[in-house]
Nanobody
Framework: QLVESGGGLVQPGGSLRLSCAAS????????IAWFRQAPGKEREGLSC????????YYSDSTRGRFTISRDNAKNTAYLQVNSPKPEDTAVYYC?????????????????WGLGTQVTVSS
């Protein structure tokens, strides 16, 4: 099971860290990705972190402002969002699988969390 947390109302230009806690399995064996979905829009891939070498990948829209990380000791992955913008408002999901980050934005993911709502507004 994956459980996201850390969402809520945040002001533009602030910072936000989302957490993805795993239970029932050891996260260090899994590749983790973050996605989001805004109302009326398709799900969007944000970032991926590999289980094998910790290498990170970002979509064009998130590179430079988002940072993915993992703390295997805490069985938790994170997504840091710097200078959030109103267009970052969405439900954010984490996903896990044993496969690599190859084609991470479009390929299947085995496990998903229920999501956490992020609203960026002043």
């Amino acid at each position: 099971q994956l459980v996201e947390s850390g969402g809520g109302l945040v002001q533009p230009g602030g910072s936000l860290r989302l957490s993805c806690a795993a239970s029932g399995f050891t996260l260090d064996s899994y590749t983790i990705a973050w996605f989001r979905q805004a109302p009326g829009k398709e799900r969007e891939g944000l970032s991926c972190i590999s289980n094998s070498d910790g290498k990170t990948y970002y979509s064009d829209s998130t590179r430079g402002r988002f940072t993915i990380s993992r703390d295997n000791a805490k069985n938790t992955a994170y997504l840091q969002v710097n200078s959030p913008k109103p267009e970052d408002t969405a439900v954010y999901y984490c996903a896990a699988r044993r496969a690599s980050c190859r084609f991470w934005e479009t390929s299947d993911w085995g496990s998903w969390g229920l999501g956490t709502q992020v609203t960026v507004s002043s």
